[in-house]
């Protein structure tokens, strides 16, 4: 019993941390309360709009005044002409969500009145103020089962301490019979009317904005990135937190990583808005994308050799390095493939990115029929650089290749001196490949971001296995 209690507890244990690990997110996202300061502001001017456009009902009622009788009233057409909320926050609550807070808000109505009593009726219009109005929302953040945000109001409530009416007509005395019962209706259906208002607003207005982060989204046409959440964002009481699976792959067929994202903690930074955690996972898996979908093949032709470059991509210029070349393959042009054997993988750290690829170049002679002749196989290895930036809301980068070394992996056409074909390799991997390369990173990888946000004031800093970005937003209404 001893024994398998011991297999159970290590097989529930190697459980748990398989799961914790799948947990890890590759990407966060952290947005600072200077960044929910400013998405409130937006949030509160819709909210007054709603707010303002609020449709009361008819109201009439009946009461008894002592040696009078039976009172009758009725009010219509009431318009509520403004709903002011000059004084709110909100505050990130852990377990909680988000909170928001309005305090001093008020509003302006106005309306037509009825009364009849015995023998007399009046009628007339009326203004009323609402005064000193405190609303508290509390707001659920959490993902669906397609790991896109969700949104709602878990939880709303409304106080209104003062409604003053106001009536026009002569009868002044008659008014004050009634008007402290319709200030009482007034304030019950307005308090109600408007945490209805508060929920509908986030289910139709921000429940479809936080919708359009993009949890997937297609770089070109072999790789995507996927953006969704792993778990519901975290609120913590500086920040609102948010782990996403941040992993490339392949549009033609999407494949098991085969390494895990390693625990990823954000510093306590707060300067900026919004920051940006990208793991050394997530770029990872875009070699590991890039490389499985066939994208890491390049070829090179005579034609794609720089005008200004004293030599053309055939035997006769080869034959000087390969003297067996001139006698197999005489005076043909060749061609190169140059490919990954294995998935690039870099490090991150302080100090920046490296990594250290290796690339196969296979070398052929295209025969008079157009057919390849496989000739040999160079191996090149070297170290390789990266700087990363951040433009219109995409990562974009460069990256700088040191010194190749090279090795013979395989020949057909006998040994030769590697050595001797150091300075073509280079002007191959810095004239030739380098550029396209690095024209495809300078066209980016979007960030997860919304409709509408644009970035500022960005900045990028290496930590050990990720990189952080931090930016303040600015977002454009719809116009």
Same mark, same amino acid.
């Given at each position: 019993?001893?024994?398998?209690?011991?297999?159970?507890? /290590?097989?529930?244990?190697?459980?748990?941390?398989?799961?914790?690990?799948?947990?890890?997110?590759?990407?966060?996202?952290?947005?600072?309360?200077?960044?929910?300061?400013?998405?409130?502001?937006?949030?509160?001017?819709?909210?007054? *709009?709603?707010?303002?456009?609020?449709?009361?009902?008819?109201?009439?009622?009946?009461?008894?005044?002592?040696?009078?009788?039976?009172?009758?009233?009725?009010?219509?057409?009431?318009?509520?002409?403004?709903?002011?909320?000059?004084?709110?926050?909100?505050?990130?609550?852990? !377990?909680?969500?988000?909170?928001?807070?309005?305090?001093?808000?008020?509003? %302006?109505?106005?309306?037509?009145?009825?009364?009849?009593?015995?023998?007399?009726?009046?009628?007339?219009?009326?203004?009323?103020?609402?005064?000193?109005?405190?609303?508290?929302?509390?707001?659920?953040?959490?993902?669906?089962?397609?790991?896109?945000?969700?949104?709602?109001?878990?939880? /709303?409530?409304?106080?209104?301490?003062?409604?003053?009416? &106001?009536?026009?007509?002569?009868?002044?005395?008659?008014?004050?019979?009634?008007?402290?019962?319709?200030?009482?209706?007034?304030?019950?259906?307005?308090?109600?009317?408007?945490?209805?208002?508060?929920?509908?607003?986030?289910?139709?207005?921000?429940?479809?904005?936080?919708?359009?982060?993009?949890?997937?989204? *297609?770089?070109?046409?072999?790789?995507?990135?996927?953006?969704?959440?792993?778990?519901?964002?975290?609120?913590?009481?500086?920040?609102?937190?948010?782990?996403?699976?941040?992993?490339?792959?392949?549009?033609?067929?999407?494949?098991?990583?085969?390494?895990?994202?390693?625990?990823?903690?954000?510093?306590?930074?707060?300067?900026?808005?919004?920051?940006?955690?990208?793991?050394?996972?997530?770029?990872?898996?875009?070699?590991?994308?890039?490389?499985?979908?066939?994208?890491?093949?390049? %070829?090179?032709?005579?034609?794609?050799?720089?005008?200004?470059?004293?030599?053309?991509?055939?035997?006769?210029?080869?034959?000087?390095?390969?003297?067996?070349?001139?006698?197999?393959?005489?005076?043909?042009?060749?061609?190169?493939?140059?490919?990954?054997?294995?998935?690039?993988?870099?490090?991150?750290?302080?100090?920046?990115?490296? &990594?250290?690829?290796?690339?196969?170049?296979?070398?052929?002679?295209?025969?008079?029929?157009?057919?390849?002749?496989?000739?040999?196989?160079?191996?090149?290895?070297?170290?390789?650089?990266?700087?990363?930036?951040?433009?219109?809301?995409?990562?974009?980068?460069? &990256? !700088?290749?040191?010194?190749?070394?090279?090795?013979? *992996?395989?020949?057909?056409?006998?040994?030769?001196?590697?050595?001797? &074909?150091?300075?073509?390799?280079?002007?191959?991997?810095?004239?030739?490949?380098?550029?396209?390369?690095?024209?495809?990173?300078?066209?980016?990888?979007?960030?997860?971001?919304?409709?509408?946000?644009?970035?500022?004031?960005?900045?990028?800093?290496?930590?050990?296995?990720?990189?952080?970005?931090?930016?303040?937003?600015?977002?454009?209404?719809?116009?």
């Amino acid at each position: 019993m001893g024994v398998q209690s011991l297999a159970v507890a /290590c097989g529930a244990l190697a459980l748990c941390l398989a799961l914790t690990t799948a947990t890890n997110p590759g990407f966060v996202v952290r947005i600072t309360q200077a960044g929910l300061d400013y998405a409130h502001q937006h949030g509160i001017a819709m909210l007054e *709009k709603k707010l303002a456009e609020l449709t009361l009902p008819d109201m009439s009622g009946d009461f008894r005044v002592l040696r009078v009788g039976k009172v009758h009233y009725e009010l219509s057409r009431l318009r509520l002409r403004s709903f002011h909320l000059p004084y709110s926050r909100i505050s990130p609550v852990p !377990n909680v969500g988000l909170q928001v807070a309005i305090s001093n808000a008020f509003a %302006e109505l106005d309306g037509d009145w009825r009364v009849k009593m015995l023998f007399i009726r009046d009628h007339g219009s009326f203004d009323l103020k609402v005064e000193n109005v405190y609303i508290k929302i509390s707001l659920r953040l959490g993902s669906d089962a397609t790991g896109k945000p969700t949104i709602s109001t878990s939880d /709303c409530s409304t106080r209104i301490s003062k409604v003053r009416v &106001l009536f026009s007509g002569k009868f002044g005395w008659l008014y004050n019979l009634f008007h402290s019962a319709v200030e009482s209706k007034f304030k019950k259906i307005l308090e109600s009317k408007v945490c209805d208002s508060v929920a509908e607003s986030v289910h139709n207005e921000l429940q479809t904005y936080v919708r359009t982060l993009p949890v997937t989204a *297609k770089i070109d046409a072999r790789t995507g990135i996927d953006y969704s959440f792993v778990a519901p964002p975290v609120a913590t009481a500086q920040s609102l937190d948010t782990g996403l699976k941040g992993e490339f792959y392949s549009l033609a067929h999407r494949s098991t990583v085969p390494f895990s994202p390693l625990p990823l903690s954000l510093p306590s930074d707060h300067d900026r808005m919004v920051y940006f955690g990208a793991s050394s996972y997530f770029f990872n898996t875009a070699g590991f994308a890039y490389h499985t979908s066939g994208a890491l093949v390049f %070829e090179i032709t005579d034609a794609m050799i720089p005008k200004d470059v004293d030599f053309h991509l055939n035997t006769s210029t080869f034959s000087a390095f390969v003297p067996q070349l001139e006698q197999m393959y005489p005076n043909m042009p060749m061609k190169l493939r140059l490919s990954t054997p294995t998935a690039p993988f870099l490090n991150i750290g302080p100090g920046g990115i490296s &990594l250290r690829p290796i690339v196969d170049v296979q070398a052929y002679a295209i025969l008079p029929n157009s057919s390849l002749a496989p000739l040999f196989v160079l191996s090149l290895t070297g170290n390789v650089s990266a700087v990363i930036d951040v433009r219109s809301g995409h990562i974009v980068g460069s &990256l !700088n290749v040191g010194r190749i070394k090279l090795s013979l *992996k395989d020949s057909v056409v006998g040994t030769f001196q590697v050595r001797l &074909l150091q300075s073509i390799m280079n002007i191959f991997a810095s004239d030739i490949l380098l550029p396209r390369l690095n024209a495809r990173l300078d066209e980016g990888f979007p960030l997860p971001l919304p409709d509408r946000i644009r970035l500022l004031n960005t900045f990028v800093r290496f930590h050990q296995n990720f990189l952080l970005l931090g930016a303040d937003v600015h977002f454009q209404p719809k116009a």
